[in-house]
């Protein structure tokens, strides 16, 4: 009898710890995953068609029918980060009147570390026409330790910004990483794509951007 009620026990052990994983599986999927991404900006964004870049990552559409925070107001909400030397910058000294591309990411996040070079490729090519502002998420120490040490040792050049009070991931409702936001010279969102994007649709994206102007 012993015997049996011991072998229960392990079999009870073992599909425990296989629901642990699979939830922790699931969990990360949904974060990290392009094809899972569910992040949005408030309704204010809903004139951003959904993208699908060459790599297979799917963008989001926000619902047109949501209500945003500033009806008046094409904006999307001011947020202030600061840079790896602690100065605080807000949205609007960020964008002051030009085109600027808001990244969010994270060190943790392979997906986000994956599209950083393409960044740095754009923003060669095109930093001197629009700005640039990766958005670390700054959800602990350890990760500011880390978006610190990147900046130091990646030889990467574009603008990076800690996202310390969590106030730019809040009032943008960032849900999943990585996410990209272009915003025109009056901080009104021209174009959205979550998930991993492929520099040649980075670089496609930005030429159709700019050739608004």
């Known amino acids: 009898m012993d015997k049996?009620?011991?072998?229960?026990k392990a079999l009870v052990g073992i599909g425990a710890l296989a629901l642990l994983i699979a939830?922790?599986?699931f969990g990360y999927r949904a974060i990290g995953d392009p094809a899972q991404s569910t992040a949005k900006l408030p309704a204010a964004a809903s004139a951003a068609a959904d993208e699908k870049g060459d790599d297979g990552s799917a963008g989001t559409r926000v619902d047109a029918n949501e209500k945003a925070e500033k009806p008046s107001s094409n904006k999307v909400p001011s947020f202030t980060v600061s840079e790896p030397s602690g100065e605080k910058r807000t949205l609007e000294s960020i964008v002051d009147g030009k085109y600027t591309l808001v990244n969010f990411w994270a060190t943790w996040c392979p997906y986000c570390v994956r599209e950083l070079g393409s960044f740095q490729a754009a923003y060669e090519r095109y930093g001197d026409r629009m700005n640039f502002?990766?958005?670390n998420a700054s959800d602990s120490p350890k990760e500011v330790n880390a978006a610190r040490a990147y900046v130091e040792k990646s030889g990467n050049t574009f603008p990076v910004y800690l996202d310390?009070?969590?106030e730019a991931f809040a009032n943008w409702g960032v849900r999943s990483l990585p996410m990209t936001v272009i915003l025109n010279g009056q901080?009104?969102?021209?174009?959205?794509?979550t998930g991993q994007i492929s520099e040649k649709a980075l670089m496609e994206k930005i030429e159709q951007v700019l050739g608004q102007e």
């Open 4 to 8: 049996r009620a011991n072998v229960l």
């Open 23 to 25: 939830g922790a599986w």
């Open 133 to 135: 502002a990766m958005v």
């Open 164 to 166: 310390l009070a969590h």
């Open 187 to 193: 901080g009104e969102p021209v174009a959205v794509h």
